[in-house]
């Protein structure tokens, strides 16, 4: 016996007319009369007495009917119950933003952990620089993001610190340094140097000017980019080098190789600050969720940076 059997049973006894009960039930009489021939044949007893005329139910027939309003009406009680628990209950998701090497190095491993614990929860990417991911994350539009923390911190916001990044050098593959295993700044010092937007990239353009000032050296700027993709592009096309954090060298761009940067001993120049943000006192248990993550397996993504 099958709930689709009672459903053609019912509409049928409460028609008395097969052809009429088909009608409600959007489906063709003849089909209505096989799920009705299988409930009785199931039941062993035939619940519809039937002649030229007219139909009508036989004593099992209405004694069924009885039983089986109230089995449908239990069943679509049930399945309204838990549309409406549905609905009220919207879909876990988790709104991210990134700056671009974080979104090339640290969020396929983390992603990837997160969704092996937590496959219910959908998660939203959005890669963009500092200055345009804070603002949204004051709106309510993202629900934690990965940035370069500012020199002046909005007291809105709660930054944690997460690692240092580790600057590389991107150059020609066929430039005469590329094949190097390390470059000192000196090396560099009479190179053309493409370097980020200081508006819109203050730590990888202060980078650059900072290592310089540090090797007592002024950098031979020659160009001025303000997406990361850009300046590597840039120096595919051989129009100079650039100072960028390691991470950038996961961009698939043919034609640059990327050295590291050999710093000089006890620096703490030469590394940019990651850090994860997000609207302080705000309480978000999926966002905490990959916070677990992230906590649990740092010092392995760390080790990549």
């Known amino acids: 016996m099958e709930l689709h059997q009672l459903r053609c049973f019912v509409a049928a006894a409460e028609e008395l007319h097969f052809g009429k009960a088909a009608q409600r039930l959007q489906m063709l009489p003849s089909a209505l009369g096989r799920h009705i021939k299988l409930?009785?044949?199931?039941?062993?007893t035939p619940l519809f007495a039937r002649t030229t005329r007219a139909v009508s139910l036989t004593e099992h027939g209405t004694t069924l009917l009885r039983d089986a309003r109230a089995i449908l009406a239990r069943v679509e009680a049930i399945e309204a119950n838990f549309r409406t628990r549905s609905r009220a209950r919207p879909a876990r998701r988790l709104r991210l933003g990134a700056i671009d090497s974080a979104a090339a190095g640290l969020l396929p491993p983390l992603l990837h952990g997160f969704r092996s614990e937590h496959p219910e929860i959908a998660v939203q990417l959005l890669e963009e620089k500092?200055?345009?991911l804070l603002p949204k994350l004051l709106s309510g539009a993202l629900d934690l993001a990965f940035v370069r923390p500012p020199e002046r911190a909005d007291k809105r916001l709660e930054f944690r610190p997460l690692l240092m990044e580790t600057a590389v050098v991107a150059l020609p593959e066929r430039h005469a340094l590329?094949?190097?295993?390390?470059?000192?700044?000196?090396?560099?010092a009479d190179q053309p140097m493409i370097v980020p937007d200081r508006r819109s990239r203050p730590h990888s353009h202060d980078l650059t000017m900072k290592l310089y000032e540090e090797a007592g050296l002024a950098p031979r700027v020659v160009q001025v980019a303000d997406e990361k993709q850009t300046i590597v592009n840039l120096v595919a096309a051989r129009l100079g080098v650039a100072i960028v954090p390691r991470w950038t060298s996961r961009l698939a761009i043919a034609g640059v190789r990327f050295v590291p940067l050999k710093l000089k001993r006890g620096s703490s120049i030469g590394?940019?600050?990651l850090a994860a943000v997000w609207l302080r006192g705000s309480g978000d248990p999926v966002r905490?969720?990959?916070l677990a993550v992230l906590d649990a397996r740092l010092k392995s993504y760390a080790r990549g940076a």
Request: charged share 35%.
């Open 39 to 44: 409930l009785e044949d199931d039941l062993a």
């Open 130 to 132: 500092t200055i345009r």
């Open 178 to 188: 590329a094949k190097r295993s390390s470059i000192s700044l000196h090396e560099l």
């Open 271 to 273: 590394r940019l600050p």
């Open 288 to 290: 905490d969720a990959i």
